[in-house]
């Protein structure tokens, strides 16, 4: 395992035991006489979203009073946000930098909780020269997506460190398994998605690949990644099965911080192509322990209005004060 990889392993078990005490008080599970149903949509195939199976498989849900069908869903953000609004879900988890666009356009969902931190990263090539975020000027970056939450995210990252993501550097979309075969090709200098991809880049070119930063580098270490949204229709008339919906990601997220080797285990049959121990560690790399609600996940998301404002993702009209207040609700006060 690269010492990135331990390092914020240590960060994110390190302050696992405070998030469960935290969680064990105000986030106390409520108990009906039947369970509410609840149809949550995720990505199944999304390792970081470890607690979507541990809250199942472990009885999270029924312990908050929650009947809770999953859905797989792989279609894109704008397409989940939609089958939420028009109440084709109940709720959905997934990652802020995808969220925030389309919610700027008025669909009818509102952030509700988080889940952790973590799930982009940016490798740079050694031979190429790219071993830190000043040496990508001129550089061609490799993405799977054109919009995806790396480039997004990464965007901002390197106008913060004085590099213009439209002008000094290229981004380049190719499918996720093809990326290492671009940097064979001397197509691409730089590589920036998610794991498990890089992870196993990583691990066929011992060697090869530095990491240039990650959305937990800098002042982004305690800032959240993946959410949690509910159709605004739920939110208004049943904050209470909401609030439960909330409460079982939370508990589950502090379980996955304190036993990463026990939820990888939960995970591997929705991953076959990732061996278990690979789970393990990769799951060691995610602030799991952080998971902000009300007033916390608020500031959170105008924080990334406003990053997202300043690279032209949100529009210059934007306010990312009254955008947050209208997104956000805090189903837990």
């Known amino acids: 395992m690269n010492t990135s990889l331990s390092r914020r392993g240590v960060l994110a078990r390190g302050a696992g035991a405070a998030a469960v005490l935290a969680s064990s008080g105000l986030l106390a599970s409520r108990a009906w006489s039947q369970p ?3 149809t949550f949509a995720w990505n199944a195939t999304a390792f970081c979203l470890s607690p979507v199976v541990v809250a199942q498989e472990r009885g999270i849900f029924e312990k908050n009073g929650l009947n809770v069908e999953l859905i797989n869903y792989t279609g894109s953000t704008d397409q989940l946000l939609e089958s939420l609004a028009t109440a084709k879900a109940d709720a959905a988890v997934g ?10 356009s008025g669909f009818d969902v509102k952030i509700v909780g988080s889940s952790h931190g973590g799930c982009v990263r940016m490798v740079g090539v050694k031979e190429a020269g790219v071993t830190d975020l000043k040496k990508l000027k001129g550089k061609t970056i490799g993405v799977s997506d054109i919009a995806s939450p790396g480039k997004n995210f990464f965007s901002i990252l390197l106008k913060k460190n004085g590099i213009d993501a439209d002008t000094d550097v290229t981004w380049r979309q190719y499918p996720a398994d093809l990326l290492d075969i671009a940097v064979n090709k ?6 920036a998605d998610g794991d498990p991809t890089l992870y196993l880049i990583e691990k066929r070119n011992k060697g090869r690949y530095v990491e240039l ?8 270490k305690d800032k959240v990644c993946c959410i949690v949204g509910a159709r605004g229709e739920l939110v208004r008339n049943d904050k209470p099965t909401v609030a439960a919906l909330v409460r079982s990601i939370v508990q589950a997220s502090d379980y ?13 049959k929705y991953s076959p192509k990732v061996p278990v121990e690979d789970l393990q560690a990769l799951l060691g790399t995610l602030t799991h322990a952080h998971h902000p609600t009300g007033k916390s996940l608020r500031d959170e998301v105008e924080f990334y209005a406003r990053d997202f404002k300043s690279v032209g993702v949100l529009k210059s009209t934007t306010d990312p004060v009254r955008l947050a207040n209208h997104v956000s609700v805090d189903v837990l006060a």
């Open 36 to 38: 509410r149903k609840l």
């Open 95 to 104: 990652m802020i930098h995808r969220w925030l666009k389309p919610l700027e």
């Open 186 to 191: 001397g197509e691409i200098q730089a590589i």
């Open 213 to 220: 930063a990650s959305n937990l580098s800098g002042e982004y």
């Open 256 to 268: 996955v911080a304190e036993n990463p080797n026990e939820s990888a285990k939960l995970f591997a």
